[in-house]
């Protein structure tokens, strides 16, 4: 099995932002994560007001560039949907990763990742 501890972390590093735990928690002596990461699909950077955008304007998403960090070397790990998903909250290559398309399952939905896949938020626990 591959390790991929490392792969997550490099991806954690470089798209998240860490916080601390709230005071509040159950554990509150154990550092949580806390993350908020938007995922927007078919958004460029130039899709955005803050960036150039005089088309559209778009305040909420500036208001929080504004206050946070702005990753503008972000590559997607496919060139669709459910593959990129995949990349991202298994940390694999895409060539890796065991969501390989946009598999359509009926009544609606895609294709999910087997159960035996660890995902980011398992690793975070």
């Known amino acids: 099995m591959i390790n991929r501890l490392p792969y997550i972390l490099s991806l954690l590093c470089a798209l998240f932002i860490y916080g601390g735990c709230s005071p509040n928690s159950k554990d509150a002596g154990k550092r949580t994560p806390n993350i908020i990461y938007i995922l927007a699909d078919d958004l460029g950077y130039g899709d955005l007001s803050s960036w150039g955008q ?61 159960d035996e896949t660890v995902t980011l938020p398992e690793v975070l626990e």
Not at 63 to 84: D, E, I, K, Q
Not at 98 to 103: A, D, Q, S
């Open 54 to 114: 005089t088309h559209l304007k778009t305040p909420h998403l500036d208001t929080l560039g504004a206050s946070g960090m702005r990753f503008t070397r972000h590559y997607s790990g496919s060139t669709v949907c459910a593959p990129s998903r995949s990349c991202l909250m298994t940390g694999l290559h895409t060539g890796h990763t065991p969501i390989r398309g946009n598999k359509e399952i009926q009544p609606e939905g895609q294709e999910p990742l087997p």
